[in-house]
């Protein structure tokens, strides 16, 4: 939302930093970041240097002569709810009966004040449902409801 307003696109790529330079590159764009906290500066960087982050946030400070806690004011926090849930079989998401219905629903009541992302883990036999919005309890019903559709189908 602070991007938004401050006329930055946000651009999704796949997860992990490879991807993210990818994207980067291939649209000349200098700052990336994902979930996990990495946070790439593609003429610094290519991937994801907390020491690096750190040296830039202190360049911003010095040059708007900022605390870090007049720079954090600008910062809310999204409250997120995370649901792994174990699965036996991998399927097409948008195959699984009531499955796009759901996420359309849910994304329709975010109003474009949240976000839903649901993926296969790379590493385990597990699916994960992020939700985030402004409503920790919402959230928390819009995944349990995907992660037990998911659970039901995949199980």
């Keep these: 939302k602070l991007m938004k307003e401050n006329g930055i696109a946000v651009v999704r790529t796949d997860v992990g ?3 993210v330079v990818e ?3 291939k649209n000349n764009y200098c700052l990336g970041g994902e979930q996990s906290g990495h946070i790439i500066f593609i003429d ?6 907390g020491c690096v982050a750190a040296l830039n946030v202190l360049a911003v400070m010095k040059a708007r002569e900022l605390s870090l806690s007049q720079l954090n004011e600008k910062m809310v926090d999204m409250p997120q709810v995370l649901i792994n849930t174990r699965v036996r079989r991998r399927e097409e998401l948008e195959k699984i ?8 629903e849910i994304e329709d009541s975010l109003k474009g004040e949240g976000r839903l992302f649901v993926r296969f883990s790379g590493t385990e036999p597990v699916i994960r449902v992020l939700v985030e919005g402004p409503d920790r309890n919402l959230i928390s019903k819009y995944a349990e409801q995907i992660a037990s559709l998911l659970e039901k189908e995949l199980s």
């Design 17 to 19: 930093d490879k991807y």
């Design 23 to 25: 994207e980067m590159r």
């Design 44 to 49: 610094q960087s290519t991937t994801g240097d």
């Design 97 to 104: 009966k009531g499955y796009v219905e759901l996420v359309k």
